[in-house]
């Protein structure tokens, strides 16, 4: 089975844009392909740069592909951007393509959660830090963080985000009949539900079997081998949420696996939320 850091670089590169490629300063790459990756020199990578936020992990995984993958020359990363003894922000990468090409690069993974009611955020879709939402992270990207380098670097031939991620959607609740405009349509989906609505978890049916996702591992397809200690049946996950919604309001993400080839395989993901949220998130 391929390495979970293999998995995951696979995944931050071929993954669908959850932005649309048409809009200005999106970033399609070279697809990546499994034979151009050195799982060892990149779990040695990984191990060096051991992160447990999501976003440092993907933008880590980035950092190699462009450098290792590409041999691309990486100027700067994480580069801060001071004004009057203060910082404004941070260059996630300045590197240089083959042709010597200046480029400037902020890249994001981000989930939402489609919300079909009107609430406090202003947005339809949003994470589950409920402070967060979809237009609001890419008016900052397009508005904020890309301009960063404008003054500072005026010889960047081009600025590009890449950012990939999922929306969730609620499996009784209506589809949107119009996504936000910077919202790819062909992006990853998952399936969101509320602590009081675990039970929907039991329609996937008895050979299903469940595992909460551990962070910073939100990124490839779960896949776990068939005598792996930390799968769960539909009523010890429902258990567990239980649970940890006694305890505190943090949303949970849950993988579910079907069997495959003697392998369990990750056949959904899901969001599941306290009965309060958004309100109980922001």
């Not at 990546?32 to 976003?55: I, T, Y």
Request: aromatic share 10%; with cysteine.
């Amino acid at each position: 089975m391929t390495s979970q850091a293999a998995r995951d670089l696979l995944w931050a590169i071929n993954s669908p844009s959850l932005i649309r490629t048409s809009i200005e300063h999106s970033s399609c790459w070279p697809v990546c392909e499994a034979a151009e990756v050195a799982s060892k020199s990149l779990q040695n990578f990984c191990d060096q740069h051991a992160r447990h936020r999501v976003g440092q992990y993907f933008e880590d995984l980035v950092h190699f592909y462009l450098k290792a993958v590409r041999n691309y020359e990486v100027v700067e990363h994480g580069l801060q951007i001071q004004e009057g003894g203060r910082t404004v922000g941070e260059l996630d990468f300045l590197y240089r393509e083959a042709d010597g090409g200046l480029h400037h690069c902020e890249t994001a993974v981000k989930f939402y959660l489609y919300i079909p009611e009107s609430n406090e955020s202003g947005s339809q879709f949003i994470g589950p830090n409920a402070a967060d939402n979809f237009e609001r992270k890419t008016q900052r990207l397009f508005e904020h963080q890309l301009k960063l380098s404008e003054a500072r670097f005026p010889m960047v031939v081009k600025r590009e985000a890449f950012v990939k991620g999922r929306i969730f959607y609620h499996p009784l609740k209506d589809a949107p009949e119009e996504l936000p405009t910077a919202l790819a349509a062909d992006h990853l989906r998952g399936v969101w539900i509320r602590e009081s609505e675990l039970e929907w978890l039991k329609s996937s049916g008895a050979d299903t079997k469940f595992r909460a996702a551990r962070k910073p591992l939100w990124l490839a397809p779960d896949v776990a081998t068939s005598d792996d200690s930390e799968l769960r049946s539909a009523d010890d996950i429902c258990d567990q949420l239980r649970q940890h919604f006694t305890e505190r309001r943090t949303p949970q993400l849950i993988n579910a696996l079907i069997t495959h080839d003697d392998f369990w395989q990750e056949s959904q993901r899901i969001f599941v939320v306290s009965d309060q949220w958004p309100n109980d998130a922001r």
